[in-house]
């Protein structure tokens, strides 16, 4: 059995949804965020937690990087911030798009909250449910185009979990190569392409890419699997908590995977993520220009799951 109430979490208003297993903490008010995904059993919190003491006040078009970067949130129409073409005019699509800083309007009905909002710059309809699952979370997804043009997209799953030196990835199986996309030490400059599980990386050294950099010195990397995965399963796990998060999701409709990493290179940050994605990768214009992006025709809707587990 869920149980479902609201709470104060630092200055915001989450609903909290628990059961014997697993207690999440949703954010209606910025973005429908997952604040927390904790394992009661093993005494874990999964998330990454707020660096700040509270939430600030974003808007549509904040900088991304100037407020909280943590936890669960859904990166959508876009995660680098761009000008679009969409019908006869171009929009501006936000730094880690829409939906992370957009208040949402909520429901609880049952077992489960469901969350929506309109769209300020396009027109669509985001609606989210998430309910639990025994040890799992598990979201689902219905996006609408409510208006007269079709428009290009990307959603990711940018989830930003705790970073532990020991933690391993799992990868999907079928993975043999993996693009870095973003200059970095460890990776050099984007577009350099590595042989998964290892290869050799700057500086001479065996990169194993189901490891996660050390913790010293701070740094950062982001690389994404070469093409569209097979599977839809990746994960995370802890060997010190004997923890394992397990991410599962329609690889159909979520076809490409990247992984982001900071031990401190990024505002000191220590964090990571496996981030499912439609577009390969990031900016509508990159992915446009490999013949990897979505476009939400009127009236239709892209529907889909994706599930986080605690074993």
């Known amino acids: 059995m ?7 979490f630092q200055n915001v208003t989450a609903v909290v949804l628990e059961n014997e297993w697993i207690r999440v903490k949703v954010l209606p008010a910025k973005g429908g965020k997952l604040a927390s995904v904790y394992s009661k059993p093993k005494d874990f919190e999964l998330l990454f937690q707020n660096p700040k003491p509270q939430y600030g006040e974003a808007k549509l078009y904040s900088p991304f990087e100037q407020y909280e970067a ?43 909250v469901e969350l929506f909002c309109h769209s300020a710059i396009l027109p ?16 689902s997804y219905e996006i609408t185009n409510t208006g007269e043009v079709e428009f290009p997209y990307l959603w990711a799953f940018h989830c930003l979990v705790n970073y532990r030196e020991n933690m391993r ?62 599977q839809g399963v990746c994960g ?48 509508i214009a990159t992915a446009q220009k490999n013949g990897c992006c979505s476009v939400l025709k009127p009236k239709e809707t892209f529907d889909f799951n994706i599930k986080i587990a605690l074993q």
């Open 169 to 230: 990835l799992t990868l999907p199986e079928g993975v043999e190569q993996v693009e870095n996309v973003c200059a970095s030490p460890l990776l050099g400059a984007v577009g350099e392409k590595y042989r998964f599980p290892t290869d050799t990386v700057q500086g001479g050294k065996t990169g194993d890419f189901r490891s996660v950099l050390p913790a010293n010195p701070p740094s950062y990397a982001k690389y994404y699997a070469v093409g569209a995965v097979k």
């Open 124 to 139: 669509y309809r985001y609606t989210k449910t998430i309910q639990l699952d025994r040890d799992s979370v598990v979201c």
């Open 2 to 8: 869920t149980v479902v109430r609201t709470e104060q």
């Open 70 to 112: 943590c936890g669960f949130d859904d990166a959508f129409p876009s995660i680098d911030a761009g000008d679009v073409r969409v019908g006869g005019e171009y929009v501006a699509y936000p730094d880690h798009g829409e939906i992370w800083s957009a208040p949402f309007e909520y429901c609880v009905k049952e077992e489960r």
């Open 236 to 283: 995370y796990e802890y060997p010190s908590e004997k923890v394992r998060a397990l991410i599962t999701y329609d690889a159909q409709k979520l076809p490409y995977l990247g992984f982001w990493i900071t031990t401190g290179g990024f505002r000191g940050d220590c964090n990571c993520a496996l981030e499912p994605a439609t577009g390969y990768y990031d900016s």
